[in-house]
């Protein structure tokens, strides 16, 4: 964004009260900063000015400069901050980070993304590898020699995207990199040098040798398609030798299907044999239960987190990377040359499962465990919904600011996420191990670490509190999140308020009404099949795309028609979401009369 001169409409000192919004934004953008850091970002007395510029694509950006040094930058259209590397070399940890090779960040100052191939990672690949975010969210990228980040942007795709991607495509869309106009707007001090980041120290996915080619990848974004094909054909066969001397054979995985349950019994603990035999298993189980009364054709990737993932039995993890099979594509197409389903791919490049063979000696010979699986899915229930099981959302308070210094003496980290319950069963611990209550008294005495967490500083001191006064300041102190939880993925933790699902209704040409839905994702609803349904439903065109007007990142379902009361019904009823995190309901039209 900043690799290339920008024009600068206007510079504006900002007054106290201008300092004083500054730092609340701020505040709410990063809530790991502390009142001290806010107060040291934005000081009183020195220089703080507004610079308004236009980059060469025609983006408005606000950029904040203090002493001479730009700390941070607003995209005006998505109304979202960043920091720069000047900010992040004070505090390293203020985002979510990447690490890359040394030799990467030329290439990004050059003006290209990073793409997933120069991302380092530890340990074998999972689900975990790249962390838990969605889509457009805030990432800094150091280098594996000095923690210090060098780049700044947004990433291209969620976490569980990057892990399903297999290493190839782009990871983060870079928006502001070391050495970059931007950076020599300021003064142009080279990064401070913080130590090798952590993951360092741990075992790399990717040998030091790879750089090169990772630079390459990402400098070259028409990479040839042969080749890469011959690269992806020989891991597979150096993958297949391996396997040979574990004896692991497609005959011996063929007979085994027809006696599931000594193959279950007998089953492998760990090996790529033992995640093909959970596959089958789950993927047998998903058409038994979840799956038996679903709407054909099916996106593959929409059967696989719907159906095949719940039909996981406790306390074992489907990891597709870890099969001998390592894509969907080919475990389907392997299900498809035994004649259970037919896949096929429309529109080019998107896979579908477009049959499934009932007959089949391996469906009808599988027997369901109901007890395996703690959350069952329902074969009764609507296929409109596909197996759906909503999230459970739960509003949490995350350990941050002020409290940090508490939640540690209470054995907490700082990031940590807690229900007001255990808020309060932590705080009531505290006060009874420290003896802060005597006996017949309803105040708390207030120790230092007590004190500095719930007391502001323009209070004073304050020798004691009620305990509901206790509760309710740290509280109040702490940063609301919401968790969501999903059968079969890990929690996911949004920071802020819970955006709910949102439902409009607008006009188009013609004096046309269409229905547009945002925000369904966070909900962990398929926005394609959800468009599908809602196309079924009412017999109406629907599409998915990018949203107008709405912070860069947000998909829309566009429906023709004021569909509301349909849509409200189906999420309510068939994918079974609470009312209130559910927008716009009163815009159904009323029916005739």
Wanted: hydrophobic letters at 35%.
């Amino acid at each position: 964004m900043f690799v290339k001169p920008f024009r600068i409409k206007s510079q504006t000192q900002l007054k106290g009260s201008d300092r004083k919004k500054l730092r609340v934004e701020l505040g709410e953008a990063f809530p790991s900063l502390t009142a001290d850091d806010l107060t040291v970002l934005v000081p009183n007395k020195e220089d703080v000015v507004l610079i308004r510029m236009y980059c060469y694509k025609g983006e408005s950006v606000l950029v904040y400069q203090v002493q001479k040094e730009p700390l941070f930058f607003v995209l005006e259209k998505e109304k979202k901050m960043y920091p720069t590397v000047y900010l992040l070399w004070r505090h390293p940890d203020l985002l979510h980070t990447f690490t890359t090779h040394p030799p990467v960040i030329g290439v990004l100052a050059g003006g290209a993304d990073l793409m997933l191939p120069g991302i380092v990672t530890k340990g074998e690949m999972s689900p975990k590898s790249y962390g838990r975010f969605e889509k457009g969210f805030p990432v800094a990228v150091n280098t594996i020699e000095n923690k210090a980040p060098m780049a700044v942007g947004v990433t291209a795709l969620s976490s569980m995207d990057m892990y399903m991607a297999g290493r190839q495509g782009r990871g983060v869309s870079v928006l502001h990199v070391y050495r970059d106009l931007l950076w020599e707007m300021g003064t142009k001090t080279p990064p401070p040098s913080l130590g090798v980041p952590d993951i360092v120290a741990e075992t790399l996915v990717s040998p030091s040798e790879s750089a090169n080619v990772d630079i390459q990848e990402i400098s070259d974004s028409n990479v040839d398609k042969e080749k890469e094909g011959e690269v992806e054909q020989l891991t597979d066969e150096t993958q297949r030798l391996e396997l040979e001397g574990d004896e692991v054979t497609e005959g011996s995985g063929e007979s085994a299907d027809h006696h599931h349950e000594e193959e279950h019994s007998h089953m492998p603990t760990t090996g790529p044999e033992a995640m093909d035999n959970l596959l089958l298993h789950c993927f047998l189980k998903a058409w038994k239960t979840s799956a038996k009364k679903i709407e054909i054709p099916i996106l593959t990737s929409n059967f696989y987190r719907l159906h095949m993932v719940p039909a996981c039995p406790d306390g074992a993890t489907l990891d597709i990377k870890k099969s001998s099979y390592k894509k969907l594509s080919k475990f389907l197409n392997a299900m498809a040359k035994k004649n259970l389903i037919q896949v096929k791919e429309f529109p080019k490049g998107i896979e579908n499962i477009t049959a499934i063979n009932w007959a089949h000696e391996d469906i009808k010979a599988f027997v369901v465990d109901l007890e395996e699986t703690t959350a069952k899915p329902d074969p009764g229930k609507s296929n409109s919904g596909s197996g759906f099981v909503p999230p459970t959302i739960e509003e949490v308070y995350q350990v941050s600011g002020d409290t940090v210094a508490f939640f540690r003496a209470c054995g907490c980290s700082k990031g940590d996420v807690l229900l007001s319950g255990e808020v309060r069963t932590l705080v009531t611990n505290y006060i009874k191990t420290k003896g802060l209550q005597k006996e017949g008294q309803k105040v708390v005495n207030l120790d230092p670490v007590l004190h500095e967490t719930v007391v502001n500083r323009k209070e004073g001191y304050k020798e004691t509190l009620r305990w509901d006064e206790i509760f309710s300041r740290m509280l109040g102190k702490m940063a609301p999140a919401a968790r969501i939880t999903r059968v079969g993925c890990a929690p996911i933790i949004r920071k802020g308020k819970l955006e709910p699902i949102e439902l409009a209704v607008a006009k188009r040409s013609g004096n046309k009404k269409v229905t547009l839905v945002y925000n369904v994702h966070i909900y962990g609803i398929e926005e394609a099949e959800f468009a599908h349904q809602i196309q079924v439903g009412v017999a109406a065109s629907t599409s998915v795309g990018p949203a107008e007007h709405k912070p860069q990142g947000t998909t829309q379902v566009l429906v023709q028609g004021n569909q509301v009361a349909f849509i409200g019904k189906l999420l309510l009823e068939t994918y079974h979401l609470p009312k209130k995190y559910i927008r716009g309901l009163e815009l159904a039209g009323k029916g005739k009369k």
